[in-house]
């Protein structure tokens, strides 16, 4: 599977985005993806992911504030930010899993403005 993300961009904290990732192949619906995010100065870490059966999960620093969705219809898993702050930072990127194999997709940038 071949991933695209896009969305990022400069937004004014406490504003919003929303990231989109895009999947190749007409057998998305059955890959786990999630969303990460790295910075220079940290290790990728995790941000959300959503299942096959479309359980989610979050990270504790965006509990409350980001929402993960998937349109299988689409092959397309989305991240709604909201209340951005200066430490959301970072490149982000999403990945598809399945039976124990992983894809990475290129990341895209989101720079929260103070």
């Known amino acids: 599977v071949q991933l695209q993300a896009s969305g990022g961009g400069l937004v004014p904290a406490g504003g919003s985005l929303r990231l989109s990732c895009a999947a190749s192949?007409?057998?998305?619906?059955?890959?786990?993806m999630g969303w990460y995010r790295q910075t220079p100065e940290k290790q990728r870490e995790l941000v959300a992911t959503?299942?096959?059966?479309?359980?989610?999960n979050y990270a504790n620093s965006v509990k409350g504030r980001f929402t993960i969705s998937r349109d299988n219809a689409r092959n397309t898993v989305y991240l709604q930010m909201g209340s951005l702050q200066p430490e959301d930072t970072a490149v982000y990127y999403c990945?598809?899993?399945?039976?124990?194999?992983?894809?990475w997709g290129g990341g895209t940038l989101v720079t929260v403005s103070s």
């Open positions: 959503i299942n096959s059966g479309g359980s989610v």
């Open positions: 192949g007409n057998t998305f619906s059955s890959y786990d």
């Open positions: 990945k598809a899993e399945r039976w124990g194999r992983y894809y």
